[in-house]
């Protein structure tokens, strides 16, 4: 490829890189979409029985089966065991902090005297059921 700078011609021949397809990654609209890696260096292995403190699982297994009372999440660091009851108590903490700014967010719009808006809050107000 040809190419300039300041006056200054240069040829510049982009280096091809040989790749190989890996594992698939995901999808997109339906269609697979694999990792790709350079030929020279090598797939990185997956070790089949992996652990955490004291908990065994694999990526190739399915995973294990949860209680449905609790919901754990799994994060590269830590794993959090949270009881539904908490789950649930921190649901209605959310709701009512939502409806708390909704009616802050209402008592702006009727000091500013805008109609509009007050109707708009009124009817989000509904679907929250504040």
Same mark, same amino acid.
């Given at each position: 490829m040809k190419l300039s700078y300041r006056g200054a011609n240069y040829e510049y021949d982009i280096p091809t890189v040989d790749m190989k397809e890996g594992e698939v990654a995901?999808?997109?609209?339906?269609?697979?979409w694999?990792?790709?890696?350079?030929?020279?260096i090598p797939v990185?292995?997956?070790?089949h029985d992996l652990q955490y403190p004291s908990v065994h699982y694999s990526k190739d297994r399915?995973?294990?089966k949860i209680d449905r009372d609790v919901i754990g999440t799994v994060? &590269? %660091?830590? /794993?959090?065991v949270i009881s &539904? %009851?908490? /789950?649930q108590e921190v649901a209605t903490v959310h709701?009512?902090?939502?409806?708390?700014?909704?009616?802050?967010?209402?008592?702006?719009?009727?000091a500013k005297g805008d109609v509009k808006l007050m109707c708009?809050?009124?009817?989000?107000?509904?679907?929250m059921a504040c």
């Open positions: 995901g999808k997109y609209r339906g269609q697979n694999n990792y790709r890696y350079p030929r020279h990185p292995q997956h070790p399915q995973s294990p994060d &590269s %660091a830590r /794993v959090t &539904s %009851a908490k /789950v709701r009512l902090n939502i409806c708390n700014i909704l009616d802050r967010r209402k008592q702006v719009a009727r708009l809050l009124e009817i989000e107000s509904k679907q």
